[in-house]
C-alpha cells in the first residue's frame, strides 16, 4: 500500500481504501483496524474512520454488533446476483470501448495481455492479478461512459477481496487468460457483440470457479 500524503483527507482515504477492495488487498471477513489502517497510510486516523463510515454506507463494508469494521462475506445467492450484474454492465462497456478505443489503447491491452500471460507461467500471482484488473479497467475506460466505469468499481469492490482466491484454483489457471485472448481479437477487429460475449465468458468462468470455493467454505 502507498503512504497517502498528509495533506490528502477523506476523499484520498476513502478512495485508497476502495482501490484496495477492488485489487484484493483485503480478504473477506477482514476486521479493519483503524490506528493500523492510518499508520499504513501515514495519515491520522479521522479520515480513515470517516472513510470507512462512508464504505459503510455504500455497502462495501458492514459494521458488527461491537462497532468493528470487517470486509464482508458473500453468500452464494449473493454472488450468484453480483455474478449476472458484472455480466451485463461490463459486457456492456466492453462492447462500447469496441468502437471508441485509440490504437494507443489497444496496443496497451496487448501488452498487458502479454503481462498476464508472462506472470502465469512465473507463478506470479500477484502480479497477474493486479494486470487483470488493469486489462478490465483499461478496456472499460474506453467506454467512455463515466457512471457506467462507477457501477463497475462498486461491483468490483464487492468481489475483488475474493478474486485473489482464482489463483489457488489449478483447474482456473492454465484458462485465465483464454477468453482475455479473445477479447483482444475482439477489440482488435472492432467487433464489439465479440467483445461482449467473450467478457460475458470471462466472467462466468472465473464465477463459477469462486462459487465452488463459496460452497466448500460455506
Not at 473477506?28 to 483503524?34: D, E, M, S
Not at 512465473?122 to 466505469?149: K, M, S, T, V
Not at 472492432?190 to 466472467?203: K, N, T
Request: proline share 4%; no cysteine.
Amino acid at each position: 500500500m502507498l503512504k497517502l500524503e498528509h495533506q490528502t483527507l477523506n476523499d484520498r482515504a476513502y478512495g485508497a481504501l476502495k482501490q484496495e477492495l477492488i485489487s484484493g488487498g483485503f480478504s473477506p471477513g477482514q476486521t479493519l483496524v483503524i490506528r493500523k489502517l492510518a499508520e499504513t497510510f501515514g495519515i491520522s486516523t479521522t479520515p480513515i474512520r470517516e472513510a470507512l463510515q462512508r464504505l459503510v454506507a455504500e455497502r462495501l463494508l458492514e459494521m458488527q454488533n461491537n462497532r468493528s469494521v470487517i470486509v464482508p462475506l458473500l453468500s452464494a445467492p449473493a454472488f450468484e446476483e453480483l455474478t449476472h450484474i458484472r455480466i451485463a454492465v461490463e459486457g456492456l462497456a466492453g462492447e462500447m470501448a469496441a468502437t471508441r478505443m485509440s490504437e494507443s489503447g489497444l496496443v496497451e491491452i496487448q501488452a498487458t495481455l502479454a503481462g498476464m500471460q508472462r506472470a502465469i507461467e512465473a507463478g506470479d500471482a500477484r502480479g497477474y492479478l493486479a494486470l487483470n484488473e488493469a486489462f478490465h479497467f483499461a478496456i472499460y475506460q474506453h467506454a467512455g461512459a463515466p457512471i457506467l466505469l462507477n457501477m463497475i468499481r462498486d461491483l468490483w469492490g464487492r468481489v475483488g477481496p475474493y478474486l485473489k482466491l482464482l489463483m489457488q484454483a489449478d483447474r482456473y489457471i492454465p484458462q485465465s487468460n483464454d477468453a482475455h485472448r479473445r477479447i483482444v481479437a475482439a477489440l482488435e477487429q472492432r467487433d464489439g457483440p465479440a467483445v461482449r460475449v467473450s467478457l460475458e465468458q470471462d466472467i462466468a468462468v472465473a464465477a463459477a470457479v469462486l462459487s465452488e470455493n463459496l460452497r466448500m467454505t460455506a
